[in-house]
């Protein structure tokens, strides 16, 4: 039987690097794994404040929203893209999530798969807990690569082979000038 890995994604306040969905792809390319990433449509509850307020509640509330959606819409189709290109089998799952249970929720659907991958950073702790103490199902952390010029995938020393054909990353200067960035 053919494993399959899952993919938490986070799509607000900040949303999951293009690194991390490289890495995942290229893991499960290594692994011959199918992958399944979950993309949550955060969902803020009203709020009515107890005092006037000069605050425009609804719309703040409306525009986090909007931005988990569009999050999640270049996610799923940069995500399709590099496992086209890897020939990866990935299926997008996007669900509504209330606020503040998107970790829980994530957690949960971590629990049907073979191992869940994310990416460590302080502002994904809270899911990176959630996924480990929930699942119960194993966990495979990628750093969050920042440079001046965004998250950067590169080959190994001596790789001659593109980048999309599933081989580990570090960071170091890339070949012929090429990179991938989010």
Not at 99 to 109: G, H, K, R, S, W
């Amino acid at each position: 039987m053919k494993a399959q890995f899952h993919l938490p994604l986070a799509t607000y306040p900040d949303a999951s690097s293009f690194s991390l969905l490289q890495n995942a792809v290229d893991v499960s390319l290594h692994q011959k794994a199918g992958l399944t990433a979950s993309i949550p449509l955060v969902r803020i509850e009203p709020f009515q404040p107890r005092f006037p307020s000069l605050l425009d509640v609804d719309k703040m509330r409306a525009e986090a929203e909007r931005l988990s959606k569009d999050n999640g819409t270049v996610l799923g189709q940069t995500l399709r893209d590099y496992a086209k290109k890897a020939e990866v089998e990935v299926e997008i799952q996007p669900f509504d999530a209330r606020e503040p249970f998107v970790a829980q929720t994530l957690a949960e659907l971590s629990r049907a798969y073979d191992l869940s991958i994310l990416e460590a950073s302080v502002l994904m702790r809270p899911l990176i807990e959630s996924v480990l103490f929930e699942s119960g199902r194993p966990l495979l952390l990628f750093p969050r690569i920042i440079s001046a010029a965004g998250s950067m995938l590169l080959p190994s020393p001596g790789m001659e082979e593109p980048l999309s054909r599933g081989h580990w990353r570090v960071p170091g200067s890339c070949l012929n000038g090429s990179r991938v960035s989010s």
